[in-house]
């Protein structure tokens, strides 16, 4: 990934052996004159950070790029790649490059269009479409949610829940365990004394005579106990 505009202009003559030989260029030139890391890295991310394969992520962005998410939006837009906070400014300094040397990225695009895949290139300019609109869509969507969180004086919601229900108002932990597991007796007493350590968060003086542990014993095959978690 280019961090100076020199670096970035040394990949013009990559661009140019694009446009003139396309089929010249090899899987390894491609992803350079692209940015891309090696192919193994951008399906790895692609599974990691979003939970879809490389491929769906690209059919999604050429087919339905409305249909994207933000982080889905992002790792093309950051070329696949995860960033590091100290690298968030590298699109301030492209968008810079790019008014004083308009000549470079539109040699960089002819390239782009000679090499890649027509799912590729459709997914690309789909997202550079519509990166910042998903951009502004994501952060007012994140300072909706702060304003509805309550000011760190008051009880979270959660906690406000269990002040207003009427009736019962027991909450705290449940544990299953099956009835042969060993030392489970001597986990218990411990974690009574637990329960008793206080917390110091808004409304915990309203809620703390409520909580309690509940520890369930059951004898059931290892193949159901998905059942415990319904």
């Known amino acids: 990934m280019s961090k100076t505009l020199e670096e970035f202009a040394q ?19 491609k992803h350079r004159m692209m940015e891309w890391p090696p192919l193994e890295e951008m399906q790895a991310n692609a599974k ?44 301030w300094n492209r968008s810079q490059w790019s008014r004083k040397h308009p000549d470079l990225f539109t040699k960089r695009i002819q390239a782009q269009e000679a090499v890649l895949t027509a799912n590729e290139l459709q997914a690309v300019q789909a997202v ?11 952060l007012k969507a994140r300072e909706a949610e702060r304003q509805e969180k309550p000011p760190r004086n008051m009880p979270q919601l959660w906690v406000q829940k ?29 974690f009574n004394a637990v329960l008793e350590m206080p917390h110091f968060f808004p409304g915990y003086d309203e809620i703390h005579d409520h909580k309690v542990a509940q520890f369930i014993p059951f004898e059931t095959e290892e193949s159901e106990l998905a059942l415990l978690q319904q």
């Not at 087919?63 to 790792?75: D, I």
């Open 128 to 138: 550079d479409e519509i990166f910042y609109r998903k951009q502004s869509e994501e």
């Open 48 to 91: 990691k950070f979003l939970g879809i394969s490389l491929e769906e992520l690209l059919q999604k962005a050429a087919t339905n790029a409305e249909s994207l998410t933000y982080p889905e939006c992002r790792l093309v837009r950051d070329q696949f790649r995860i960033k590091k906070m100290s690298e968030m400014g590298d699109e």
């Open 162 to 190: 269990i002040i207003d229900r009427e009736g019962d108002k027991s909450w705290g932990c449940v544990f299953y365990h099956h009835k042969a597991m060993a030392g489970w007796d001597e986990f218990v007493e411990p």
């Open 11 to 29: 990949l013009e003559p990559l661009w140019d052996k694009a446009i003139q030989s396309p089929s010249e260029i090899s899987l390894e030139e």
